[in-house]
């Protein structure tokens, strides 16, 4: 299930951090507050900043650079602090306050298109992007991305952090299951963004990095024996 037939132009990455607290996700949640505030005014930008790119790519064919970049950053603000808190708890190093890409145990990135499809972007992210949304509400639950919402994924995680908290471990299997739903419901998002025509596979890929079309490829016909040396 985790093995692709090709890489998928969001990256997603999450690194566990070995030293994770028992007891810091109780408040995980108060800590996380300014970053909650900050990202809501932050989606409000990246949906209005979709309707703009809406018409950029309608007429010209293209996302503006500057606007894309934009958007980038929101995924990559929400995936940090998704990732540091009730989205994996996968790390006590707090996120920072930033769109940039700056180090930090989870990585976002989104390549750049170039030319994009105007029939496509009339009906990708109302249309063709709903079974998807199926897809992502049971990861997600009710609420918007970045939030705990009552989903898979907030059921493992709470899982995960109880064990945390009782063995001082956090399952390696519930991680990678979360980073691959986390991984999912994040190129859904950049989709439905307008950020790309390739639609999301679906596909678990599951564990922290990003599968690479390397490894998936199958092998070619082994050629002729190399003839022996005089």
């Given at each position: 299930m985790s093995t692709p037939a090709n890489t998928y132009p969001v990256r997603v990455e999450g690194r566990l951090d070995p030293d994770l607290s028992r007891g810091l996700w109780l408040v995980k949640w108060l800590l996380v507050i300014p970053h909650v505030i900050v990202l809501a005014f932050l989606w409000i930008g990246f949906v209005a900043v979709s309707v703009i790119a809406f018409f950029a790519i309608l007429f010209t064919r293209r996302y503006p650079r500057g606007l894309f970049d934009f958007n980038v950053g929101v995924l990559r603000w929400t995936w940090r602090v998704g990732f540091y808190s009730f989205d994996a708890n996968g790390t006590d190093?707090?996120?920072?306050?930033?769109?940039?890409?700056?180090?930090?145990?989870?990585?976002?990135?989104?390549?750049?298109?170039g030319e994009l499809s105007r029939g496509l972007v009339l009906v990708k992210s109302w249309l063709l992007a709903i079974p998807q949304y199926l897809v992502v509400g049971l990861f997600v639950g009710g609420a918007w991305y970045g939030t705990t919402g009552g989903g898979a994924i907030a059921v493992l995680v709470l899982i995960a952090v109880i064990a945390l908290l009782f063995t001082g471990r956090y399952p390696n299997g519930i991680f990678d299951l979360v980073i691959g739903m986390n991984r999912w419901a994040l190129r859904v998002a950049a989709y439905a963004g307008l950020m790309t025509d390739e639609y999301p596979p679906f596909r678990l890929d599951m564990g922290p990095n990003e599968p690479s079309a390397a490894t998936a490829a199958p092998a070619g016909p082994a050629g002729p024996p190399a003839a022996a040396p005089a």
């Amino acid at each position: 299930m985790s093995t692709p037939a090709n890489t998928y132009p969001v990256r997603v990455e999450g690194r566990l951090d070995p030293d994770l607290s028992r007891g810091l996700w109780l408040v995980k949640w108060l800590l996380v507050i300014p970053h909650v505030i900050v990202l809501a005014f932050l989606w409000i930008g990246f949906v209005a900043v979709s309707v703009i790119a809406f018409f950029a790519i309608l007429f010209t064919r293209r996302y503006p650079r500057g606007l894309f970049d934009f958007n980038v950053g929101v995924l990559r603000w929400t995936w940090r602090v998704g990732f540091y808190s009730f989205d994996a708890n996968g790390t006590d190093r707090y996120p920072p306050f930033t769109l940039r890409d700056v180090e930090y145990p989870a990585t976002l990135s989104v390549e750049y298109p170039g030319e994009l499809s105007r029939g496509l972007v009339l009906v990708k992210s109302w249309l063709l992007a709903i079974p998807q949304y199926l897809v992502v509400g049971l990861f997600v639950g009710g609420a918007w991305y970045g939030t705990t919402g009552g989903g898979a994924i907030a059921v493992l995680v709470l899982i995960a952090v109880i064990a945390l908290l009782f063995t001082g471990r956090y399952p390696n299997g519930i991680f990678d299951l979360v980073i691959g739903m986390n991984r999912w419901a994040l190129r859904v998002a950049a989709y439905a963004g307008l950020m790309t025509d390739e639609y999301p596979p679906f596909r678990l890929d599951m564990g922290p990095n990003e599968p690479s079309a390397a490894t998936a490829a199958p092998a070619g016909p082994a050629g002729p024996p190399a003839a022996a040396p005089a």
